[in-house]
């Protein structure tokens, strides 16, 4: 995905983009080097009874990103993610600033981790009735319990949900390219058709699926209020 060059070229990346890049990098590398050391574990989202809970995974989860090759996701989360920051959060940084930006980054972040949590007993519910738990004997209160408490979820891409929302909000008719369709979509049709998607896969489970759809609605949700109260106070600071 990128931007359509008809004269809306964004320009220079901005301070806070680049470091929130650079942080993610770092901590991946830091979940590939010292595997052992289950850092990722320590660091993934998980629900408030878990034993393996821990409050700092509001804020690290966000930072964190697959490193299961068995998966398939192999590079391809974190790679989409920060191309997805470079692509919207550059031209957000330059309306708001650095500091304005990386605020409104950590609040969509922390906020679709909470809903995230808050959302991991009915995801429970929906694998516990789907056919995919007759492997573990059908549905059962017990496995419902077991997969809440081992339940675990990590990645950017809360937030980045919410920088998307933001920049459909203030940008709605710059124009897009994506992969493998040949000409250009306006952001207003693109970025909710995303926001539809993880709508359809939050609340009808389909086999295999992973993704961790209430954290993108949740930092979309976050984004758009958070945008929508700014744009209508028209405050140029919060903080």
């Not at 008809?6 to 770092?26: D, P, S, Y």
């Not at 989860?61 to 470079?86: A, Q």
């Not at 995303?194 to 609605?217: K, T």
Request: proline share 3%; glycine share 10%; aromatic share 18%.
């Amino acid at each position: 995905m990128g931007f359509f060059d008809n004269g809306n070229r964004i320009g220079k990346t901005q301070t806070a983009v680049v470091t929130i890049i650079l942080i993610n990098v770092i901590v991946y590398a830091i979940q590939l080097l010292f595997k052992s050391y289950k850092i990722t574990e320590w660091g993934s989202l998980h629900y408030f009874t878990s034993p393996a809970f821990f409050p700092h995974q509001i804020i690290t989860s966000v930072f964190m990103h697959s490193v299961d090759f068995t998966r398939g996701s192999g590079f391809t989360h974190i790679l989409f993610n920060m191309f997805c920051l470079y692509t919207f959060g550059t031209m957000l940084e330059r309306v708001w600033g650095a500091k304005k930006f990386f605020m409104f980054y950590m609040i969509c972040g922390i906020g679709a981790s909470i809903i995230m949590m808050l959302a991991i007993p009915f995801t429970a519910e929906q694998f516990a009735k789907s056919a995919e738990a007759a492997r573990y004997g059908g549905y059962s209160a017990d496995l419902v319990t077991t997969y809440i408490n081992e339940y675990s979820a990590l990645g950017a891409s809360g937030a980045i949900m919410g920088v998307e929302a933001a920049f459909v909000y203030l940008f709605p008719n710059v124009e897009l390219m994506i992969m493998f369709i040949p000409i250009p979509i306006k952001a207003k049709y693109i970025i909710p058709a995303f926001i539809l998607f993880d709508l359809f896969g939050g609340f009808y489970r389909i086999a295999g699926d992973n993704i961790g759809h209430f954290a993108h609605l949740g930092g979309a949700l976050i984004g758009f209020l958070l945008v929508l109260y700014w744009n209508k106070t028209n405050r140029k600071t919060f903080y």
